[in-house]
């Protein structure tokens, strides 16, 4: 078994593998998020991504562009942390960091087979271009209803919000 660190990967080194994985014609999923108190809908998300192909490869937001998205209270959980949570999975092969708003750079050095996202993002999905314009194709994985970290931190806050400890 891997560790969970020997699937943590910088861009380059993870671009490489890309290469080395495509010349064994094994199939390249790609997906990416925050990933901020990892839960059941992202483990699901995560699980039906890989099962699209061979290596899963996952795109993790770095806290600075988590504040851009989510706000300066976000993330609760540090980029690595969340990096070596997500690398814990069974279902994941390699995680990446990236500090761009949107990952259609990183896709672009990457060009997996298949790229992987929420089917409540299917108004747009960064990096299709890409992805179909190199023979790929992009799979909308379906929604978890009433599971969300907006959902779990609301929860945490009406259970513990005006305690003095926890």
Request: aromatic letters at 6%; one cysteine or more; hydrophobic letters at 35%.
């Amino acid at each position: 078994m891997r560790s969970s660190e020997s699937k943590i990967r910088s861009r380059s080194d993870l671009h490489t593998e890309r290469n080395r994985l495509g010349r064994e014609g094994k199939q390249v999923v790609f997906t990416n998020g925050c990933f901020d108190l990892l839960h059941a809908g992202h483990v699901s998300y995560l699980e039906f991504a890989r099962a699209q192909g061979d290596v899963l490869m996952v795109g993790v937001n770095s806290d600075a562009s988590v504040k851009r998205a989510k706000g300066e209270r976000r993330p609760l959980t540090g980029e690595q942390d969340r990096a070596r949570v997500l690398a814990a999975l069974e279902c994941v092969d390699y995680v990446v960091l990236f500090d761009e708003d949107e990952p259609a750079a990183l896709i672009a050095e990457i060009v997996p087979d298949i790229l992987v996202k929420g089917e409540d993002w299917a108004h747009y999905v960064s990096g299709r271009d890409v992805v179909e314009q190199r023979g790929g194709r992009v799979v909308l994985a379906p929604f978890k209803e009433g599971v969300s970290t907006s959902g779990l931190i609301s929860r945490i806050g009406e259970l513990y919000g005006n305690k003095d400890s926890a």
